[in-house]
């Protein structure tokens, strides 16, 4: 075969590669494409190749042989090794037998039974370059998908378990204190001589504040009719009251926001408040609403015992997902530092709508 002859045998393959890979979306698949392409027109009879994905650590191996898959012909643990080092230094090798061609840091061929030119080789990791980042974009898209999907599903679980406990409260306290006030009340009408009304008006007034506390978690009226700050200190005039931790609030935000946007950051500072009562066995607390031109923003800070965040697993953080997930719906973005002994903040900001 002459020189022409082998350089438009390579052009032709390099087609037919950009071609069939073109519209791979997965990066396995996009590997194994490639594998067959170049069994398939004659260039190698072996391949293997190694995929290594963001967030996993393990890297993926595809191969063929001849047209058997490498599962088959078993996967070679040293190959593997090879390839990884290979991978970091990013430069064409040739370990025994084997071409091992890195792609960036997203992937090694490996190769053999046949040769091939290095501007062949150039240009086929210049294509499979290409159709990796797409498909691992895609991938990771997808990745995120299924993330949101999960956590939603979390999210309405969480949901029908906040309304399972508020029906609970309702009938526990309210209804049984509201029976115990009509039982008291028939035994005053019968025997208005024993009547304890002194009892029955403190039964009530418990009962009131019950009622209170229940309507105040659900939505406080005052978010809707005299906006965020007066319910932020609504809310924390409660806690401070129930759990007798002192929590400075400081608000300077020049006009009433967007109803959705005090819907927002009253959940968030709910949820952060409710973890400080919770979890964090705090003293002390704040809460600080400012605005600039562009954001408004809110910080709850405790001086509490504080966690790690990394270590707590995903089922064990779905008030914190949540909280991100509703600020991130309204293109804001929601940051948590805490380290143990050192507190905890919860910072949020939202864009400003004009
Ligand atoms: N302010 C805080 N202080 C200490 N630990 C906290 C604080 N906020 C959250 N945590 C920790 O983070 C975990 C996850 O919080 P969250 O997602 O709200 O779930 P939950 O409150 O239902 O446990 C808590 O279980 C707790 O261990
Ligand atoms: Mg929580």
Known sequence: MTDADLRLRELETLHELAHTIANSLEPRETLEQTLKVLIDTG?????????KLEGMLETVAVGLCGYQNIEACQVRPKLLRDAERVM???KLTQVNHWQLIPVDNMAVIALSGGNASSPFFEALIDIIRAALKRARLHWRLSEKEIQRSKLLQALLRAQEEERGRISRDLHDQVGQALTGILLGLDAAINHPEDANLAQLKELASITLGDVRRI???LRPSVLDALGLEAALKRY???ITERYNIQIEILVSVP?????DEETVLYRVAQEALTNIVRHAKAKQ???????TSKWV?????DNGI?????????AERIGLTGMRERVELFNGNLSIESSPGKGTSVHARLPLRT
């Open 236 to 238: 924390t005039r409660e």
């Open 297 to 301: 923003q809110l910080v709850i800070e």
């Open 43 to 51: 260039w190698f009879s072996c391949g293997e190749a190694f995929l």
């Open 88 to 90: 970091t230094g990013n």
């Open 215 to 217: 309507a105040l978690d």
């Open 285 to 291: 607390a704040s809460i600080v609403l400012t605005t």
């Open 255 to 259: 006009k009433r926001l967007n109803p």
């Open 306 to 314: 504080g966690f790690k965040l990394e270590e707590l697993l995903a």
